[in-house]
């Protein structure tokens, strides 16, 4: 019999999680389908209780996790980590959810998201990045963006105020906070130079505020930086934001928040490849997935890898 094996953040969303778990458990009762929950407790939980859920792993077991991009990114990284082919099934229950706004878009109802899973439909396999820090670093993986600058900053500042009171407590509220951590952050704004190699090809750039690899059009919890679902047959994609003064600052916001004109923007440059790496003079405070990473070791190196999803 098929067991489905439920991993659940239960605080994401502001609680949303448990909330979504609560819907999963009735839908899964009704259907007389059997299943095990397991909830994390704390961030990076899910790296302590996945290896011990896969030695019990069978073969018609399946998996599902609820929670934000944050926790999907920790389930597909100790997945990919231990080299495990398990299709997952994905519910988003966060603030941001981004991966599922671009992944998942044509999906409204709970059944949408569970159907493919419950009827057992062949998976399908949606590309992700490993990356690499330094020349000797461990592969890594994520699932939305490693992102090197003023990103960083901004999602510093928007966490901040998710902690606070009032109308950034809102479970709606996550793009509202990144856009008022975007203007607060502006005073803290350091920008840099940069060298990156797209197959091995130099590009150079002056005065970057943020060179970020995406993997789909989306950060910030809906903020459409590029529109990469534009480009066919992309690899991996990074964006550099550069040569910002005053004025760059003003025409990149009006881009990206009104007239949508980004692709046409002198500060900003798309590229993309099958390998894309990115030497930077200094240590960086970055965010991976919407997580802080201080960098330090270069070249960062970023490559194209995949997950099976039931969709």
């Known amino acids: 019999m098929t067991v489905i094996e439920i991993i659940c953040h239960e605080e994401a969303g502001l609680g949303r999680g448990r909330e979504v778990l609560d819907q999963v458990q009735s839908y899964l009762d009704d259907r007389q389908q059997g299943y095990r929950v397991h909830t994390t407790a704390y961030p990076g939980h899910i790296f302590d209780l996945v290896p011990e859920l896969l030695d019990n792993f069978q073969k018609e077991s ?43 878009q044509d999906k409204s109802s709970l059944s949408d998201y569970l159907a493919p899973l419950v009827e057992e439909r062949s998976p399908k396999t949606l590309p992700i990045y490993h990356y690499q820090l330094g020349q000797h670093g461990r592969r890594r993986s994520l699932v939305n963006s490693l992102g090197l600058g003023f990103d960083s900053v901004v999602i510093e500042q928007a966490i901040k105020l998710k902690e606070s009171k009032g109308i950034f407590r809102k479970t709606w509220g996550n793009k509202l906070r990144y856009l008022v951590g975007l203007f607060q952050s502006l005073p803290r704004l350091s920008l840099f130079n940069c060298q990156l190699k797209i197959d091995g090809r130099p590009y150079h750039f002056d005065r970057c505020a943020l060179v970020v690899f995406m993997n789909n059009p989306y950060f910030g919890g809906g903020i459409h930086l590029y529109p990469l679902e534009k480009i066919k047959d992309r690899q991996v994609s990074v964006i550099v934001i550069h040569d910002i003064k005053a004025q760059g600052i003003l025409d990149l916001l009006y881009r990206i928040f009104i007239s949508h004109q980004q692709e046409s923007s002198p500060y900003m440059t798309h590229l993309s490849g099958k390998v894309v790496e990115v ?32 969709l």
Do not use: C
């Open 62 to 104: 399946r998996l599902l996790v609820i929670g934000g991009d944050g926790t999907l990114h920790e389930l597909v990284a100790v997945l990919q980590a231990k080299q495990v082919d398990i299709p997952l099934t994905y519910l988003p229950a966060g603030s941001g959810n981004d991966f599922s706004r671009y992944f998942q």
């Open 279 to 310: 030497e930077i003079n200094r240590p960086m405070i970055s965010q991976v997935d919407g997580e802080s990473l201080m960098i330090d070791q270069y070249p960062v190196r970023v490559w194209q890898g995949q997950q099976d999803f039931y």
